[in-house]
C-alpha cells in the first residue's frame, strides 16, 4: 500500500495567477490521461486553491487523489447553470473513480406504456431502455403492479396482448386471446379502431401521471346522463369504470394536497456512502419509489451530496418527469443555479425546498427512516456472505501486511460522560462473524484521557494471554442456604487474537501500541479506525491507510468499529441506570415502581434535580412530603 509524499505540496501545481477566477469545470487526470475527478466552482482559482494547500492539511481522501494525480485542466464557462450542465457530462463521459458512483435498486418493476408501437401496451418490466416508453413506479412488488394494470384496464382498457399477438390478429383480423377474454382493449381486441385507441392511451397515461380526477367526474356526469335516458347498460360499463379509478386511487393514499407533484429525497449517510429514497409524488400521490446506493471516495457534504442527487436524478429526464417541487433534506450552496437548470430542462419553474413543517416534513422523515433502513441492510448484506468474508480477512491481510489472515479479532472502544463513568468494550470476530459470546465490557476507575484507558484495558486483557492454564476469577452467587457457590463462569481469553483493533485515530494506536509492548506480545497485530475519515492507522506511521471505499476489509472494520461502540454504550447505560436507581434509592419512601414513573416522566436524573418540589409533586402518587424529601436528598450533594 502506497503512502502518500511528505512534500508540501504537488509537482503540478498551477503557478500563482494562472487559474482564472471565472466559473468552470475542472479535471484531475492520472498520468496516463484517466479523468479521476469531476468538478465545478463558481470561482476556478478558489476552488482548486483548496487542492494545492499543504499536504498535511488535506483531507487523507482528497490527498490520495491529488497524489494520484499528474495534471488538472480547467474549462471556463460563462455561467454557474453551464457548469452544472458541464460537470454532469464529464461525469457520465469519463466515470471518474473519485467522483460518487450510484448503484440503483435493480430489484423494483415498473409499469410502462410503449408509447412509440402503434398501439401501445402497458406491461411490467424491469427494462428502462424500451424505446419511447413512458414509465411508472417503480412498484415495491411485481404483484402490486399487476393489480394495477387489473384496475386500470377496466378503466381505460388497452392492449396487453404480446406484440406477435398483435401482429397476428391484425393480420387475420381475429381477435387476439386476451381481447377474446376481456383482458386486452387494443385494436387487436376488434372493438376500437388505431386511433380511438389512441385516445384511451393518452387518457390512461394523463390518469396514472397525475391521478387527474376529471376523469372520476366525467364518468360519473356520462353514467347519471346514460341512466336519465334509461341506457342502463352503459349506465353499468360507466359505473364499473368509476369503481375502478376509485380503486385505483384508493391504493395509493393521499398524501399531500391534490395538485401536488413533487419529489421528495430522503438520504441516509455515513462517512463511505449514502442512500437515497426518491418518494414520486403525483397528484398528491405517491406513485413510485426509486432506491440508490451512493459511494463515496471524497468527503463531501449535505448540500454536495443532494447537488450530485439532483444531478444524477434529473440529467437525463424527460421534461415530463421533472416536478414543479423537489423537496430535500438540506439546500446545496448553488440550489438557484441548479433550479435555473431544471426550468430549463422542463420549461416551467421549479422550486427547490427543504421540508420543515407539516405533512411534508413527515414524508421526509419517513422517506429518511426508509434510507436509514437500507443503510443498513446495504452494509451488513455484504458481512453475511461467505465469499464476501472471506476477501474481506484476505484484503485485510495485504492492506496490514500480515503474515496470514486474522481469523480471529478483537476490537476495544472506550466510552464515557464527560470523562466520567468510563467504560471499555471488547467484541470478538471469528472468521469475520461477531462471536457474542466472547463479549466483554471493563470498568475503568481512574483515567486521564482515552489513550490512559485504551492502555490500561489492553494491558489487562493481554495478561490472559500469560496464563493459559486459568480461568477469570467465578463470580460467588449466594444460594438459599446462604452457601456461595460458583454456578457462572467468565469465558477463557488464552486464545490469542491476529488482529488488535481500537476505535480511534493515530494516539489511541499509539497507546494500544505500548500496552502491546510492555506485555511483550509484539506478535499481535494492531491497528485502528477513526470514525470521522474512515482512516485505517497502523503503529509507527505518519499516515494512514486508505482503504478503497468498495473494500470488504473497510466493511469488516467498520462494523467491527460499530459492534465495540454499541457495546460499549449498552454497558455505560446498564451501569448508569444501575447508578441512578440506587442513588433514588436512598430516599426513604421511594419503590422501584416510583423511580421508573419519575424517571420516565423526567427523562433523566439531572432533570429531577432541577425540577422544584412543585414540580415534583404533579407527578401521580408523589406527595409534598415526599416530594420535599427527593428534592432535598438529590440537592443535598
Known amino acids: 500500500m502506497s503512502r502518500p509524499a511528505s512534500r508540501p505540496t504537488v509537482a503540478y501545481k498551477p503557478r500563482p495567477g494562472e487559474i482564472p477566477t471565472n466559473p468552470g469545470v475542472y479535471r484531475f487526470r492520472d498520468a496516463s490521461g484517466r479523468v479521476l475527478y469531476v468538478g465545478k466552482a463558481k470561482n476556478l482559482r478558489a476552488r482548486l486553491s483548496n487542492y494545492f494547500a499543504p499536504l498535511h492539511t488535506l483531507h487523507e481522501r482528497t490527498r490520495r487523489m491529488v497524489t494520484s494525480a499528474a495534471s488538472v485542466e480547467w474549462t471556463v464557462v460563462s455561467s454557474d447553470v453551464d457548469s452544472l450542465q458541464l460537470e454532469y457530462m464529464w461525469i457520465k463521459e469519463f466515470d471518474p473513480p473519485f467522483n460518487v458512483r450510484y448503484r440503483d435498486d435493480k430489484s423494483y418493476p415498473f409499469m410502462a406504456i410503449?408509447?412509440?408501437?402503434?398501439?401501445?401496451?402497458?406491461?411490467?418490466?424491469?427494462?428502462?431502455?424500451?424505446?419511447?416508453?413512458?414509465?411508472?413506479?417503480?412498484?415495491?412488488?411485481?404483484?402490486?403492479?399487476?393489480?394495477?394494470?387489473?384496475?386500470?384496464?377496466?378503466?381505460?382498457?388497452?392492449?396487453?396482448?404480446?406484440?406477435?399477438?398483435?401482429?397476428?390478429?391484425?393480420?387475420?383480423?381475429?381477435?387476439?386471446?386476451?381481447?377474446?377474454?376481456?383482458?386486452?382493449?387494443?385494436?387487436?381486441?376488434?372493438?376500437?379502431?388505431?386511433?380511438?385507441?389512441?385516445?384511451?392511451?393518452?387518457?390512461?397515461?394523463?390518469?396514472?401521471?397525475?391521478?387527474?380526477?376529471?376523469?372520476?367526474?366525467?364518468?360519473?356526469?356520462?353514467?347519471?346522463?346514460?341512466?336519465?335516458?334509461?341506457?342502463?347498460?352503459?349506465?353499468?360499463?360507466?359505473?364499473?369504470?368509476?369503481?375502478?379509478?376509485?380503486?385505483?386511487?384508493?391504493?395509493?393514499?393521499?398524501?399531500?394536497?391534490?395538485?401536488?407533484?413533487?419529489?421528495?429525497?430522503?438520504?441516509?449517510?455515513?462517512?463511505?456512502?449514502?442512500?437515497?429514497?426518491?418518494?414520486?409524488?403525483?397528484?398528491?400521490?405517491?406513485?413510485?419509489?426509486?432506491?440508490?446506493?451512493?459511494?463515496?471516495?471524497?468527503?463531501?457534504?449535505?448540500?454536495?451530496?443532494?447537488?450530485?442527487?439532483?444531478?444524477?436524478?434529473?440529467?437525463?429526464?424527460?421534461?415530463?418527469?421533472?416536478?414543479?417541487?423537489?423537496?430535500?433534506?438540506?439546500?446545496?450552496?448553488?440550489?438557484?443555479?441548479?433550479?435555473?437548470w431544471l426550468r430549463e430542462r422542463r420549461g416551467k419553474l421549479v422550486s427547490i425546498q427543504v421540508a420543515q413543517r407539516g405533512r411534508k416534513a413527515d414524508l421526509l422523515r419517513t422517506a429518511t427512516l426508509n434510507a436509514q433502513q437500507a443503510l443498513i441492510v446495504h452494509k451488513t448484506r455484504r458481512t453475511s456472505d461467505y465469499v464476501a468474508r472471506s476477501q474481506a480477512l484476505t484484503d485485510l491481510q495485504e492492506a496490514l501486511g500480515l503474515a496470514e489472515a486474522p481469523l480471529r479479532i478483537e476490537c476495544f472502544d472506550v466510552s464515557h460522560l464527560g470523562g466520567t463513568n468510563v467504560v471499555a468494550s471488547m467484541v470478538v470476530f471469528e472468521d469475520g462473524l461477531p462471536r457474542k459470546d466472547q463479549y466483554r465490557s471493563f470498568g475503568v476507575p481512574e483515567t486521564t484521557d482515552d489513550t490512559d484507558s485504551i492502555h490500561q484495558v489492553l494491558t489487562r486483557r493481554l495478561a490472559y494471554l500469560d496464563r493459559p492454564d486459568e480461568q477469570d476469577e467465578p463470580e460467588p452467587e449466594p444460594t438459599e442456604d446462604g452457601t456461595v457457590a460458583t454456578t457462572r463462569k467468565r469465558p477463557r481469553f488464552a486464545y490469542p487474537p491476529q488482529l488488535l483493533v481500537v476505535d480511534g485515530g493515530k494516539p489511541q494506536v499509539e497507546a494500544a501500541a505500548r500496552a502491546l509492548a510492555d506485555s511483550g506480545h509484539d506478535e499481535i497485530a494492531l491497528c485502528g479506525i477513526a470514525k470521522r475519515l474512515e482512516e485505517v492507522w497502523l503503529p509507527g506511521e505518519e499516515y494512514p491507510v486508505i482503504l478503497p471505499r468498495t473494500s470488504e476489509a473497510l466493511y469488516l472494520l467498520q462494523r467491527l468499529r460499530d459492534e465495540a461502540h454499541r457495546f460499549a454504550i449498552t454497558h455505560q447505560r446498564r451501569r448508569r441506570r444501575r447508578d441512578i436507581q440506587s442513588v433514588l434509592a436512598e430516599v426513604p419512601g421511594l419503590g422501584d415502581a416510583r423511580i421508573k414513573a419519575l424517571l420516565r416522566h423526567f427523562g433523566s436524573v439531572a432533570a429531577l434535580k432541577h425540577a422544584s418540589t412543585e414540580e415534583i409533586t404533579e407527578l401521580p402518587g408523589v406527595g409534598p412530603k415526599l416530594a420535599a424529601a427527593i428534592h432535598a436528598h438529590l440537592t443535598s450533594g
Request: aromatic share 6%; glycine share 8%; hydrophobic share 40%.
Open 114 to 340: 410503449t408509447l412509440g408501437d402503434e398501439a401501445p401496451r402497458v406491461m411490467v418490466t424491469r427494462n428502462r431502455r424500451i424505446p419511447g416508453a413512458k414509465y411508472f413506479g417503480p412498484y415495491p412488488k411485481v404483484w402490486a403492479v399487476h393489480d394495477t394494470i387489473d384496475l386500470m384496464i377496466k378503466a381505460f382498457p388497452i392492449r396487453t396482448c404480446s406484440d406477435a399477438s398483435y401482429k397476428k390478429a391484425m393480420a387475420t383480423g381475429r381477435p387476439c386471446f386476451p381481447g377474446q377474454i376481456g383482458r386486452c382493449g387494443g385494436p387487436c381486441s376488434m372493438k376500437v379502431t388505431i386511433e380511438e385507441h389512441r385516445a384511451i392511451v393518452d387518457d390512461f397515461v394523463a390518469f396514472m401521471a397525475g391521478g387527474d380526477q376529471r376523469f372520476a367526474k366525467e364518468l360519473n356526469s356520462r353514467m347519471r346522463e346514460a341512466s336519465a335516458a334509461m341506457d342502463y347498460e352503459a349506465a353499468a360499463v360507466y359505473r364499473d369504470r368509476l369503481g375502478a379509478i376509485d380503486a385505483v386511487l384508493s391504493k395509493s393514499a393521499l398524501v399531500l394536497a391534490a395538485d401536488t407533484d413533487a419529489d421528495l429525497f430522503g438520504i441516509a449517510e455515513d462517512e463511505l456512502n449514502a442512500t437515497v429514497q426518491q418518494f414520486v409524488i403525483r397528484g398528491g400521490r405517491v406513485r413510485g419509489v426509486r432506491a440508490t446506493t451512493i459511494e463515496k471516495e471524497l468527503d463531501i457534504s449535505g448540500g454536495e451530496l443532494v447537488d450530485q442527487v439532483l444531478q444524477r436524478a434529473y440529467g437525463d429526464a424527460a421534461p415530463a418527469d421533472i416536478p414543479r417541487q423537489v423537496l430535500v433534506p438540506s439546500l446545496p450552496d448553488d440550489a438557484g443555479e441548479l433550479e435555473e
